[in-house]
């Protein structure tokens, strides 16, 4: 579903090889009507596990958000161990820094919420984090996609329209 008038969604997703400590995030935002406001993807090579990679995704989002959006953010995410301590006032866990981080960063938002996304509504961050990792590189695209998600972007405003 596409956000209400004047919110914008933020999808964010990352991915982690526990072999060797490397990991991607992948970020899209768009407006309410589906038109790409970004892409980003970073590689992250010091990684501590998946949900270490999910709570990095939240704050590139949210800090891509704060830099490139003049309005308010719906941040969406897969990881529910994620949106749960973002959601908490205070979390004590290995996470606490970034989230700190990250809560720091949606204070500069206009305003913001966090919501749970089905694993396949966020397909195209999720392909951007891989990409991530496969590239070994990092980007931001402003108002636009790299190819390997160009089909998935057309796919998901389809779905929207119907």
């Not at 899209?28 to 998946?50: H, K, M, N, P, Y």
């Not at 305003?111 to 990092?138: C, G, P, Q, Y």
Request: net charge neutral; hydrophobic share 45%.
């Amino acid at each position: 579903m596409p956000p209400p008038t004047g919110w914008a969604k933020c999808n964010v997703d990352g991915s982690f090889v526990s072999q060797s400590g490397e990991a991607g995030v992948g970020v899209v935002i768009r407006d309410s009507e589906g038109q790409v406001i970004l892409t980003a993807w970073r590689v992250i090579f010091r990684c501590q596990d998946a949900v270490e990679a999910e709570a990095l995704a939240c704050l590139e989002g949210l800090r891509l958000a704060a830099q490139w959006v003049q309005g308010s953010i719906i941040l969406e995410s897969d990881c529910t161990r994620v949106i749960q301590a973002m959601q908490q006032k205070e979390d004590r866990s290995a996470l606490r820094f970034i989230l700190e981080v990250a809560k720091d960063q949606a204070q500069v938002l206009v305003d913001w919420r966090i919501t749970k996304v089905k694993r396949e509504s966020n397909l195209v961050a999720h392909e951007l984090a891989h990409f991530a990792r496969r590239s070994m590189h990092s980007a931001v695209w402003l108002g636009r996609a790299p190819a390997c998600v160009e089909g998935l972007i057309k796919n998901d405003c389809n779905l929207c329209a119907n």
